[in-house]
Structures are given as C-alpha cells and as structure tokens.
C-alpha cells in the first residue's frame, strides 16, 4: 500500500515540475518579446563605417604641442556624399605607430576630450611599411553628442596610415522612418 503511495506522489510531483517548466519558459519568451517591444529604436540603428586613408603620411608635434587632425574635414574631402550633421560618433579606430614608442593620441569631440592613449612602435619597424607593424587604437567618444569638431590629437612623431570612424546615422531618428533614399 505504501508502495503505490509512493508511486503516485511521485508521479504528481512530475507532472507539477513538467507544468512549472512550460510555464517557465512561456514566461521567459512572453518577458523576451517584452523588452524587444520596449527597445528604443536607436538601439536597432545602422552603424556605419568610414575609412579615412592617410597613406602613412608622418605627423610631428611640435614643442610638446600636440599635432591635430580634423577628422570631419577629412571625412568631408574623402567621402564628399556623406552629411556629417546626422551622423554621431560613437568611436575611432587609429591605425598608425609611434617613432620610439611613446605617441599618445587623444579623442576630442565639440569640447570634451579622452584621455590619451599609447599608441606603439619601435625605431627599427617605423620604415617598414608591413601592416604588422602599426598599431590599432580605439578611441571612444568622450561626448554623449557628436556637435562640434572631430578631432585627433598627437603627441610624438607618428606615421598614420589610416582612421576608421564609427558613426551612427541620427537622421534615421526624427520620425522620418518612411523616407526613401
């Protein structure tokens, strides 16, 4: 008699565990498509990116100020269809290297700046031209905004051979969701 008590407590506690599973995981998709529903829509945003060539062209700076390079006035010469007004900058990629080792380069968006960061190299590898032997640095923006100048700053002799930008179309944003380009 126990034994068939047993039996049936357990088959009830099975079908109890299999129920919470189902009811888990309807919970767990119904959550799913909650939080996909309630996504802002700049989170789907297209991220786009721009390649600024520089032809491993050589930057000194001067008297410990640093050289600038005015990233919306080169994307502007290089890619003259883009409108620099709705993109924001999410982040750089610096693809160069420093002469001894010691560059820093820093990221300034409008008025706010990063930090500086390393940037490598060593005196032996800044004739060579092999893409090993320059470094890739991301530089974040510093700015919640992407109003005012994009600019890098150097300190050190460097030679750049390229800059990616990252940006994000904001234009895609103001309710003009139906425009056809």
Do not use: C
Request: glycine share 4%; net charge positive.
């Amino acid at each position: 008699m126990r034994r068939i008590q047993k039996t049936d407590d357990s088959k009830s506690i099975m079908k109890t565990a299999h129920k919470n599973q189902k009811i888990g995981r309807v919970l767990s998709v119904l959550i799913f498509i909650s939080v996909l529903l309630t996504l802002p829509l700049s989170a789907f945003a297209e991220m786009e990116k721009y390649v600024l060539d520089f032809d491993d062209h050589y930057f000194n700076s001067q008297k410990g100020e640093p050289t600038t390079l005015m990233l919306k006035r080169m994307l502007k010469q290089q890619h003259p269809w883009v409108n620099t007004r709705d993109l924001k900058l999410n982040n750089v990629i610096l693809v160069a290297k420093s002469k001894i080792g010691r560059g820093q380069a820093r990221l300034r968006v409008g008025r706010q700046a990063s930090r500086f960061f390393r940037v490598a190299g060593h005196p032996k590898s800044f004739k060579r031209d092999h893409r090993k032997s320059f470094d890739r640095v991301r530089l974040y923006n510093p700015s919640r905004t992407s109003r005012g100048p994009w600019q890098i700053n150097l300190r050190g002799s460097f030679k750049v051979r390229k800059i990616v930008l990252i940006t994000e179309d904001t234009h895609l944003h103001r309710g003009d969701y139906y425009s056809w380009y």
